[in-house]
């Protein structure tokens, strides 16, 4: 089978086709090519003839034309403009998540058979005003542009798969952490900032403070509820293709505890508070506590526990703490 | 100040024409011009030198950026492709209904002041399994294309006005009874036919069982709705830019019923029942009961009872009974 995955060149994009890779197959097929589409690499790509990379815009027609083969069996979307850029550049945001999501689902349409979609929306689908504990049947009230353009990514997921021209699935992700690499756009970016940062030695300015909660999910947790999802029968997705995946909430300061208990009290301190308002406006619009009845009926997982997480993220990433 | 009226050539676009034209102010300010824009008028457009009727396609950036004056102040956001229409040519609905709101929200960003902006939303947001009777907390989840590309124009509509590129309402429309003309592409188009025909002395075939539940509005009240809407100031309408509109609950026998008390028997034996699938299996997924508490608090009104409504009609629309 063929899949595509857009943001290929992303932290979770390149692990998910490590994962596929070293799994051989999808969907009980054997894969035969994993087309990876983004805008830059890693100048690292794996050595597998299986793998090719496209460097584009998600929002170009000849792009997307270029990289949705007729015989496309399965997608995973995650190319977007992160929630902070997408503020800051609305026009941006709306180019990349709207228009480009749209082309994706048009390109599609025109394969063999109907391709499986997976569609990364998020929590920030939801915000404003929260009930103390959202779940499944809590309204998507988005408070950034991010989250009104993953939301209505969602609605055409679920319309384009009613309709019969894909089998999509949409899965609202926590806030990865630990993300390796750089700071990135994204609003929540210190959320995995204070904890690579001080195990690579360096101190990490945290943006908000200690009581501030996170929804948080781990990236091996994520890479197999991509798999999952796209492994899952449509029948298992009745009655909307939309899921708020599992996760587990915890505090800044419950991160900064579990972070001292794996790496020691020298990397803990490397965590230093600097506010910073435009961060914490976005941030407080988010939620904080979720019950996911549904994803855990489907299948999906959390995580058991922060230091598991971190250890992981250690274990993964070759990390030698500073 | 400046107005436009996108479907200001339909029956409810043209009728919101013509109550602002007797009431000569919109938001305390006096009506200085009128834009309507659709793909057709009807014959006899009142003489009126404020009144300007643009022939065009909504989806059509010239056409879109000719109606759209710097300072336009007021835009009634009315043109669609109806239901059945969007159903049967999914393109179709998805230029006019997905593209065109999004290229008249884009046009609308380059206005002077950010001009207040009324959407035509509907109950066709929902749909599929849902509860007895629907509230303010209830999640979308269209079964329509249609219903689809309205959610996707409400979270257009709220993150615009978020942004503060436009000061956007949206609203979800009941179905609206008694519509004048023919019967149109819409699913619901038997809703007004029932009663519409037989008073004109002509059969009516019902597509659907006397059981069916309708949730309706008169033209009168919608009309109402949207001047109100426009009118609100922008505090009434958080923490969101879409509401639920008030109506009452009747089914197709209190339809004949009504039509008969008003109109006599001989009317009422108009209706005859002609079974159409294709039409049940969309009525089936809309909504029948609500609470409407958020729209009653600010202000919007639903119809007292069906024998009045259907009088308005008469009187409205100039009807000789048959």
């Known amino acids: ?86 503020e800051a550049d609305f026009d941006l945001g709306m180019r990349v998540n709207l228009k480009g999501s749209k082309l994706l689902l048009e390109h599609l349409r025109k394969c063999a058979q109907p391709p499986k979609l997976v569609f990364t929306s998020s929590v920030a689908a939801f915000g404003g005003d929260l009930p103390p504990v959202l779940d499944d049947r809590t309204i998507a009230t988005p408070q950034t542009s991010y ?44 959320a995995s900032g204070i904890i690579r940062e001080p195990l690579n030695g360096v101190v990490s300015e945290c943006p908000v403070g200690l009581d501030t ?36 909430t915890r505090s800044v300061a419950q991160m900064v505890e579990a972070l001292k208990k794996v790496a020691g009290a020298k990397a803990a301190a490397r965590v230093v508070y600097k506010g910073e308002a435009r961060i914490q406006a976005i941030v407080r619009t988010w939620p904080v506590q979720f019950e996911t009845p549904r994803a855990l009926a489907m299948g999906f997982r959390a995580d058991a526990d922060l230091e598991t997480l971190i250890r992981d993220y250690i274990a993964d990433e070759h990390i030698l703490v500073a």
């Open 147 to 190: 989250g009104t353009q993953k939301v209505i990514g969602e609605y055409l997921v679920n319309d384009y798969s009613r309709k019969g021209f894909i089998d999509g699935r949409s899965l609202r992700l926590p806030t990865i952490v630990v993300r390796a690499g750089k700071p990135n756009a994204a609003a929540s970016s210190f």
């Open 213 to 248: 909660g996170v929804w948080l999910l781990s990236p091996r947790r994520v890479i197999e509820a991509f798999i999952h999802a796209c492994e899952l029968p449509a029948s298992a997705w009745a009655p909307g293709r939309v899921v708020n995946l599992p996760g587990i």
């Open 1 to 86: 089978m063929k899949i595509l995955i857009t943001g290929g060149g992303g932290f979770l994009g390149f692990k998910l086709a490590r994962a596929l890779l070293a799994r051989g197959t999808l969907d009980g097929q054997s894969i035969a090519g994993i087309t990876l589409l983004d805008g830059a690499f890693p100048a690292q790509l794996p050595q597998d003839a299986r793998l090719k990379a496209v460097t584009g815009d998600v929002s170009d027609p000849k792009v997307i034309a270029g990289v949705c083969a007729a015989d496309t069996a399965a997608v995973f979307h995650l190319a977007a403009v992160v929630s902070g850029a997408a």
